[in-house]
């Protein structure tokens, strides 16, 4: 005989059925429901063949006490099927002490078939012991496959859409290895995929390997060295099932003779019907075929370990098609072993303790332990149920679970969300109980409306969150109405609709600080603020990305505010509203003033002859000098640095009185200097500003020093004698001006192009000397360019003069002067 292939029929072959009861004591079990026998035991064994059976099977009940103690002669009963006494009413066998295992052989009737078979059982009671353990293992993994092909077939037949949901169940349920690629194919080819390769989908069930390994002495065979996966030729893998049946036809054949040879069964029973499942045909010639069978282990009961998915989570007991999520236990869902299961629950009612028992139904598509009728009102809100029920001849006592039953009146509004509801967008609440787990639907109530259904879920439990849309409502009362399982009127939650108000995220300021920010969404319905006695008004409002943010004078002093304490403000609407927002306080920050300022020239460098318009415009090649003083802390720190950086971040430098950027007037007082050329290059200029830098990184307010600007390098200036005609004005980087004029409000003014390359221009014939302008980095304020006028000659009227950049249509600029026109 050789061994099974996991590509081969995977005993598909029907075999002869055999009834069997078992009695203990006074009571009487089907096979099915038989989780172990023990010694005493009186087995009523009835083969139940056809009346046409031809051939004349022998059936011989064998007993074994373990692999290196052969068994008594006595211990092996040989029973003609074809006796009309058997096929009427059976044999009875008593399991004898001391055994530990029990098989049931079918041999074709021949001389000396039950001699011949009692002496190789007892010559290699070893390979039996270890065979009978297989095929029991083996037994219940086939059972765990067919309940997983029945399940899959059922749900692909009758609900096609739950096939996904259920067949997951079904899988952790029994311990089936699941093929998820298989729902990424279309609908019709799900269930065929499911079902493919059957013999590799049971996995390790723990529980079984408990039930069939009970030998006394704990040798031969632990059968958990089958149930793993191991390569074979071909591709695929040996599944637990398919590698307890392969070793067990491989330990058979070794017992092949002239005259027989032995061929596992599996054993599938149906209530009080063994009925067997046979890989090959079974021979009636030489060697003829010996049908082996195991019967259930001798020994003591294992219970189940049967275990909820979430031993904390509460489920609630009124809810239609409650399911009570198990795992652990494939037996339990595949086989009749568990029987009797009920679910037994202990309350309050009228003051007494009373106890209901409601049956349970092991459903392995509904993931779990289904109430055969629906669960009464309960008393008290919350309650334990205990599965309890037979395994084999054994109480057993399984799982707990927690049930809540709805209570009417217990639902509220979260604190602080009294004023949540706002029309003209989608809002939340969150509604708080003891638990959630009952709530069916919540509906929107309105006068003269028909009632609306929310969108809600659980998002934790003991809380609701409701979705309910107001866009398009208007200011005004609003009733929730929450419809609970095992409650026959809802819970209604009167609320009110106000109008958009405003969002608050975080009201912030540094202690000592006479203005705080107050961060958040239309802020523009801000009142007032409350702060530790402290009254904060509304400033400036400004936007920041999505956020507005409200600056909030203070009509008191902040320096007594702790930095790092947790603070909260009320906030006080327009409409009278009041919000919470909280607050963050920071350490105080460094407060200095600007006292002056001001740019000093080198005393070597020629003056220049522009003249600023304004105090504010600060020469990039001068040296600004400014000084601050200190106002918090009172004396300024050695450790204290000044920033100084362009309004739009574009460049930045830090002075220290390290780096001599910072010298000390006084204790109060300290000097900055900063060469802007040096320290930002030609290329600085617009706004720039300051700020003070503690010695652990807080900031002081920034305090406005100016406007870089860049000159142009004026060198000389020529005219002709004729005031009404064009001067000659010579220099470098006259783009650096936007334009030039004789008067002060640029009346017929050259402009100079943003591309100009080159180094003479015309312009107006100044008045005494004085030319105006205005800078490119700063256009608002006029400027002041006094220089000698030169008188131009005749000579060198015709000299040209160097022309910008012709623009991309190849035109000149019209303020360039053109060289080939004469100059009077």
């Known amino acids: 005989m050789t061994g099974v292939h996991a590509e081969g029929p995977a005993f598909d072959l029907l075999g002869p059925k055999v009834d069997v009861h078992v009695k203990r004591g006074t009571v009487t079990l089907p096979i099915g429901e038989v989780a172990n026998l023990e010694p005493g035991d009186r ?37 003609e099927t074809w006796n009309k006494d058997v096929r009427n009413e059976g044999v009875f066998i008593t399991v004898p002490a001391e055994a530990q295992q029990a098989l049931v052989f079918l041999a074709p009737e021949t001389g000396g078939d039950f001699s011949t078979l009692r002496g190789a059982v007892r010559g290699r009671p070893g390979a039996f012991v270890r065979a009978t353990q297989d095929l029991q293992a083996a037994s219940l993994d086939r059972m765990r496959l067919e309940a997983y092909l029945a399940d899959v077939k059922v749900t692909s037949q009758t609900d096609p859409k739950l096939l996904k949901e259920r067949t997951e169940k079904s899988a952790r349920s029994l311990g089936i290895k699941l093929d998820k690629e298989c729902f990424d194919k279309p609908s019709d080819q799900q269930a065929p995929c499911l079902v493919e390769h059957t013999e590799g989908l049971v996995l390790d069930d723990s529980n079984a390997q408990s039930m069939v390994n009970q030998l006394a002495g704990g040798a031969t065979g632990d059968l958990m060295n089958q149930l793993s996966y191991s390569p074979m030729a071909g591709g695929g893998a040996y599944s637990p099932y398919v590698g307890a049946i392969v070793d067990t036809a491989r330990i058979l054949a070794s017992l092949h003779t002239a005259h027989f040879q032995y061929i596992p069964a599996l054993a599938l029973p149906t209530k009080d019907t063994l009925n067997l499942r046979l890989n090959v045909p079974p021979s009636f010639r030489d060697p003829k075929s010996v049908v082996v069978v195991a019967l259930p282990p001798i020994g003591p009961g294992k219970p189940p370990p049967l275990h909820p998915m979430n031993p904390e989570e509460k489920y609630c007991a009124q809810r239609p098609g409650l399911v009570l999520p198990a795992e652990g236990a494939p037996a339990v869902f595949s086989t009749q072993l568990a029987y009797g299961l009920t679910m037994h629950i202990e309350t309050q009612a009228d003051g007494k303790a009373t106890s209901v028992d409601l049956p349970l139904k092991a459903d392995s598509s509904a993931g779990g332990l289904v109430p055969v009728d629906a669960v009464p009102a309960l008393g008290a809100g919350e309650v334990t149920a205990v599965v309890r029920g037979k395994w084999g001849f ?126 958040g ?16 008004t509304p400033s400036t409002l400004s936007r920041v990305g999505d956020f507005d943010q409200l600056a909030m004078n203070a009509d008191l002093a902040t320096g007594n505010l702790a930095a790092g304490k947790a603070y909260v403000a009320k906030v006080q609407l327009e409409d009278g509203r009041q919000l919470k927002v909280p607050v963050t306080v920071g350490a105080p920050r460094p407060q200095v003033t600007l006292l002056n300022k001001g740019v000093q020239e080198e005393a070597s460098a020629a003056p220049s002859p522009v003249r600023l318009g304004s105090l504010d415009d600060l020469p990039v090649d ?124 640029f009346n017929n003014a050259t402009d100079v192009p943003p591309d100009f390359t080159g180094t003479q221009i015309s312009v107006p014939h100044p008045t005494n000397g004085t030319l105006y302008l205005r800078l490119r980095d700063e256009p608002e304020t006029v400027q002041t360019l006094t220089l000698p006028v030169t008188p131009l000659q005749q000579s060198s009227m015709q000299a040209p003069s160097p022309t910008p950049a012709a623009p991309p249509d190849k035109t000149e600029h019209p303020t360039a002067p053109n060289p080939d026109a004469p100059v009077n």
């Open 43 to 79: 087995l009523w064994i009835h083969p139940d063949l056809p009346e046409t059976q031809s051939a004349r099977y022998v059936l011989i009940v064998g007993f074994l006490r373990g692999a290196t103690n052969p068994p008594p002669a006595e211990w092996f009963t040989r029973v």
């Open 394 to 519: 054994d109480d057993w006592e399984g799982p707990h679970y927690h049930l809540h039953a709805a209570q009417p009146g217990k639902w509220t509004l979260a604190a602080g969300e009294q004023s949540a509801l706002v029309v003209g967008r989608e809002d939340t609440l969150h509604l708080e109980d003891d638990s959630s787990q009952c709530v069916e639907r919540v509906e929107e109530e309105a006068d003269g409306a028909n009632p609306r259904t929310l969108s809600w879920k659980s998002s934790k439990p003991d809380g609701l969150e409701v979705a309910v849309p107001m866009k398009d409502a208007a200011p005004g009362p609003v009733t929730l109405a929450i419809y609970q399982f095992g409650q026959e009127k809802p819970d209604r939650l009167a609320l009110r609709a106000y109008a958009e108000a405003a969002s608050l995220d975080r009201l912030t300021l540094s202690a000592g600080d006479p203005v705080a920010q107050l961060r």
């Open 521 to 536: 969404r239309r802020l523009d319905e801000v009142a007032k603020a409350e702060l530790e006695g402290i009254t904060l």
């Open 622 to 745: 001068g040296r600004l000098v400014f000084f601050l003083k200190s106002k918090v802390p009172v004396n300024f720190p050695r450790t204290e640095r000044v920033e100084v950086a362009a309004v739009d971040g574009s460049f930045s430098t830090v002075l220290s009185l390290a780096d001599a950027g910072l010298m000390l007037e006084d204790a109060r007082t300290a000097m900055g200097a900063v060469e802007p050329l040096a320290r930002f290059g030609a290329s600085a200029f617009g706004p720039i500003q300051a700020r003070a830098l503690s010695a652990d990184g807080a900031t002081g307010d920034w305090l406005r020093l100016g406007t870089l600007v860049r000159l142009p390098g004026f060198k000389e200036l020529r005219c002709p004698h004729a005031a009404a005609k064009p001067c000659v004005l010579t220099g470098s980087n006259l783009f650096l001006a936007t334009d030039v004029g004789a008067t002060p409000d």
